[in-house]
């Protein structure tokens, strides 16, 4: 099982797939660099933040957590391409006909799926650490505004999205192994990391406060981000939503409930993953 896992590692760290998807991280580092750049360093922008913020943050300050936010956990650009690495990885055993020689290599077949999937996260996870230290460091120098405090946040909301993050690479290495090719999971995957899906469940969400009896007016000021609702949301369960949506300055409570989201969506995706890889047929 070592040697499966050693051997994903060297492949993927010789792969053109990852020296491809390594450059376009690359380039979307500087791209949103320079629009944090417009953005943070904008006296008018800030100022509106600060008079529609529900928080202590002061409106001429840009804090480590908000950073982190802004450029790894909301990024259409690095969820996406996280995604297509994850397929690219996965689907690499089925279409390089590797899957015939490495999957009869074990009796118990949950080994294969588990080196292959802890070789996977660990791939993941250096591009995610790396990712976000170097976007915080190289914007605390081209930020003003950036203040070099709140760190107990920034570690905290580090923590909670890397859980939430290896449940969203979790459920994309399941689909890909359910659809056995990269067609199925990169478009999935895909919807998953772009936060078309929100929609829907905010929506639903909206259907579900109508039918319980919510007020209108608390069902508006949830919406819009104002107030906190007091009522059941389906999107406070969905992998998606609790990725995309968690930030510093949610409570205890939100902390808890979306690492344990997190946490029982990286128990199902990864024992499914080994279910279905136990009874394959091998062509």
């Given at each position: 099982?070592?040697?499966?896992?050693?051997?994903?590692?060297?492949?993927?760290?010789?792969?053109?797939?990852?020296?491809?998807?390594?450059?376009?991280?690359g380039v979307f580092f500087f791209i949103n660099s320079a629009l944090a750049f417009f953005v943070f360093n904008d006296e008018i922008l800030m100022s509106v933040a600060g008079i529609t913020a529900e928080s202590n943050y002061k409106a001429s300050s840009v804090y480590p957590a908000t950073l982190h936010t802004f450029h790894?956990?909301?990024?259409?650009?690095?969820?996406?391409?996280?995604?297509?690495?994850?397929?690219?990885?996965?689907?690499?055993?089925?279409?390089?006909?590797?899957?015939?020689?490495?999957?009869?290599?074990?009796?118990?077949?949950?080994?294969?799926?588990?080196?292959?999937?802890?070789?996977?996260?660990?791939v993941v996870s250096g591009i995610f650490f790396v990712y976000s230290f170097l976007t915080l460091f190289s914007n605390a120098i081209i930020l003003k505004h950036f203040s070099n405090?709140?760190?107990?946040?920034?570690?905290?909301?580090?923590?909670?999205?890397?859980?939430?993050?290896?449940?969203?690479?979790?459920?994309?290495?399941l689909i890909t192994s359910l659809f056995r090719s990269a067609a199925?999971?990169?478009?999935?995957?895909?919807?998953?990391?772009?936060?078309?899906?929100?929609?829907?469940?905010?929506?639903i969400?909206?259907?579900?406060?109508?039918?319980?009896?919510?007020?209108?007016?608390?069902?508006?000021?949830d919406v819009v981000g104002v107030n906190e609702a007091n009522y059941f949301k389906i999107s406070d369960y969905c992998l998606d939503n609790v990725y995309l949506s968690y930030n510093a300055e949610m409570s205890s409570g939100d902390t808890v409930r979306s690492i344990l989201v997190a946490l029982a969506y990286i128990g199902f995706g990864l024992g499914l993953a080994i279910l279905v890889n136990r009874k394959r047929d091998l062509k």
């Open positions: 099982m070592l040697n499966l896992y050693k051997m994903h590692i060297y492949r993927s760290s010789k792969a053109t797939s990852t020296l491809v998807i390594g450059i376009l991280l790894v956990s909301t990024s259409d650009a690095f969820n996406i391409l996280i995604t297509i690495f994850t397929v690219i990885f996965v689907n690499s055993d089925y279409s390089k006909g590797f899957i015939k020689n490495t999957y009869n290599l074990f009796e118990e077949k949950w080994k294969f799926t588990w080196a292959k999937w802890t070789s996977l996260i660990t405090s709140q760190w107990g946040d920034y570690f905290r909301v580090l923590l909670v999205t890397y859980i939430c993050f290896v449940a969203f690479v979790t459920m994309t290495f199925g999971g990169m478009v999935i995957g895909i919807i998953i990391a772009s936060g078309l899906l929100q929609t829907v469940e905010r929506l969400d909206i259907l579900i406060a109508n039918l319980s009896g919510a007020n209108a007016q608390d069902i508006l000021m």
